[in-house]
């Protein structure tokens, strides 16, 4: 029976071979899982970091379409103002003439109500 066993020499030799065998596939192995875990959580991070890109670009747009609406309100503000600007200065010369003729007038009415004193004054005597 002793000469179908090999020696104990042998035995330890072919464990340690074994045991390192099966220590390298399992240090390779946990290698390839942490690999593959760091690829996906890659993946996933350039995935949440594009989606948070994509809203930052939708947030800027809905800002440019904001300021651009204002700017068209201000345009239309500073358009109105400048209709009610003219409409004043037209109001403004009209009344301006309006006095200018109601001075005339009334420089006139003196000088005829002068005229008239004085008429009544030369038939008096």
């Known amino acids: ?8 020499e042998q035995t330890v030799v072919h464990s340690l071979a074994l045991h ?16 593959i875990a760091y690829n996906v959580g890659q993946y996933f991070n350039t995935k949440a970091v594009t989606m948070q890109a994509r809203a ?5 747009g809905a800002a440019t379409q904001q300021i651009a ?7 239309c503000h500073k358009m109105e103002c400048q ?10 010369e009209r009344r301006e003439s309006v006095e200018r003729q ?14 008239l004193e004085q008429t009544i004054k030369n038939l008096k005597k």
Do not use: V
Request: charged share 25%.
């Open 20 to 35: 390192t065998i099966i220590y390298a596939w399992a240090c390779f192995g946990i290698f390839t899982i942490g690999l």
């Open 69 to 75: 609406i204002g700017l068209d309100a201000n345009r």
């Open 102 to 115: 109601l001075t005339e007038h009334i420089r006139t009415t003196d000088i005829r109500l002068s005229l």
């Open 83 to 92: 209709c009610l600007r003219k409409a004043l200065d037209g109001e403004r």
């Open 56 to 60: 930052k670009q939708e947030t800027a």
């Open 1 to 8: 029976m002793r000469a179908c066993q090999s020696p104990p």
